[in-house]
């Protein structure tokens, strides 16, 4: 696409404003030659361009300990709400908020063997669904399966399920 085109010539400067970009690489322990880059692209990406420009001068990768800050409070905030489902479930059992708790924890685990209806999360309750949904944001990350965060794993996992009346297809 003609947005998406990035046009770059590159010269040999030696303007004061190349001379303050020599001096940030010089701190980095940088002695080659500079180069001065001319970019044209869509006014939509000049933040991610200036944002790794930065880094690059700066010499650290300040987006990747941002992403890596942000996937633990993701983490973080899907144990809390993985904590809450499990004391629902233990304590409320074949209730229909348990059933579908178990029915959402069941299709996290396989979603081929146990399917979950999305709109069942309008009928729980608020904290219920928003421990569903954080526990879900974490899921995509594909770091770990739902049992090998719960105390008594895939065993815990299989007796939520029979109590709610469960069965694999």
Not at 2 to 27: F, I, M, V, W, Y
Not at 30 to 49: A, G, H
Not at 61 to 70: A, F, G, N, S
Request: charged share 25%; with cysteine.
């Amino acid at each position: 696409m003609a947005d998406e085109k990035l046009n770059a010539t590159h010269e040999q400067t030696t303007t004061p404003a190349a001379n303050s970009g020599q001096r940030a690489c010089r701190a980095l322990g940088d002695d080659e030659p500079m180069v001065s880059i001319q970019i044209t692209l869509p006014e939509t990406m000049r933040k991610e361009l200036f944002l790794a420009v930065k880094e690059i001068l700066n010499g650290r990768l300040e987006r990747t300990q941002q992403l890596e800050q942000d996937t633990e409070s993701v983490r973080a905030a899907a144990m809390q709400g993985l904590e809450t489902l499990a004391k629902t479930l233990d304590t409320h059992k074949g209730t229909g908020q348990a059933k579908r708790i178990a029915r959402f924890l069941g299709a996290i685990y396989n979603g081929y063997e146990y399917n979950f209806d999305l709109t069942d999360l309008r009928l729980l309750d608020t904290d219920l669904a928003n421990a569903c949904l954080a526990y879900l944001n974490y899921d995509r990350l594909g770091k770990f399966e739902v049992h090998e965060h719960l105390p008594g794993g895939g065993v815990q996992l299989n007796r939520w399920l029979a109590e709610s009346g469960l069965t694999p297809k």
